[in-house]
């Protein structure tokens, strides 16, 4: 595999460890979630080994990034959807902030590139956040709101706002059009996370375009928010980063 492709397939792993909960069965331990035109924005920040273990229980041991030993890197996503459903309600338009980290071993036991775990995540859907706190996963509830405006040369200028919670920041970017670009399917590794009930485990399936540098971004992040102190996300942070859109769905169980 090129080390571009390597790169994206890191990415786009990452980013789909999020937890979206939308159909959950009566005993809330299974959670089945479907999203359709999304937008999401993704990029990489680095911490150090010693700080990513305080973040990740100690049955789970972070993967080292490739090139940087010592450090570890964090996955953050961005992304909004014109409509997310929670247990089987009416969708409604969600925006949703994320990160992860990779593990490679969890109780001693090597586990496949790419499996991840959540370090925080954030909605403005209350029902969402809900569902995912039933499941003793951790989620914040944010304010937050995006703007689109099309550019005279028939790129996007976005601009998605979070606040509150400890993660506010800001990303403007231009993004290029990338409807055209083929869809792929894809399935990941389950993902891990201990919480207060127990350990929830996850998978996604898959149906996006992706592509790398499609996103000129500036992040903005507020001072003291957990981007910046625990994260290793500076207040600014300008790249040119991976845009994907499309629609997954997301299946987890608690594993008491």
């Known amino acids: 595999m090129r080390k571009s492709s390597l790169a994206l397939s890191s990415v786009l792993l990452a980013l789909a460890a999020t937890l979206v909960p ?44 490739d090139g940087t030993p010592g450090k570890v890197n964090v996955y953050m996503g961005d992304y909004s959807c014109s409509g997310i459903s929670v247990n089987g309600g009416r969708a409604k338009p969600t925006m949703i902030t994320m990160a992860t ?15 991840t775990q959540p370090l925080w995540w954030g909605t403005n859907q209350p029902a969402l956040t809900n569902a995912v706190q ?10 937050a709101t995006r703007k689109i405006t099309t550019m005279p040369n028939g790129m996007l200028l976005v601009h998605n706002k979070y606040t509150g919670s400890a993660v506010d ?19 990941t590794p389950v993902g891990y996370y201990t919480g207060t009930r127990g350990e929830i485990q ?3 399936d898959m149906e996006f375009r ?5 996103a000129n971004s500036i992040l903005v992040s507020g001072p003291n928010t957990d981007l910046v102190k625990k994260y290793g996300f500076p207040v600014t942070h300008t790249s040119k980063n991976t845009l994907m859109t499309g629609k997954w769905t997301m299946r987890a169980e608690l594993k008491r």
């Not at 039933?134 to 304010?143: D, E, F, S, Y």
């Not at 059009?177 to 083929?182: A, E, F, T, V």
């Open 210 to 214: 992706a592509k790398e540098q499609a």
């Open 134 to 143: 039933k499941l003793g996963a951790p989620a914040r509830h944010v304010q």
């Open 202 to 204: 996850f998978v996604y």
């Open 22 to 65: 939308v159909t959950a069965q009566a005993s809330g331990s299974v959670v089945v979630t479907s999203e359709g035109d999304c937008l999401e924005f993704g990029e990489i920040a680095q911490i150090t080994a010693a700080e990513a273990r305080a973040l990740v229980p100690a049955r789970y041991k972070v993967r080292e990034a």
């Open 101 to 115: 980290v990779e593990i490679s071993h969890r109780d001693g036991v090597e586990q496949p590139w790419g499996t």
């Open 169 to 187: 920041h800001e990303r403007f970017a231009v993004v290029e059009d990338i409807s055209s670009l083929p869809v792929t399917k894809f399935h």
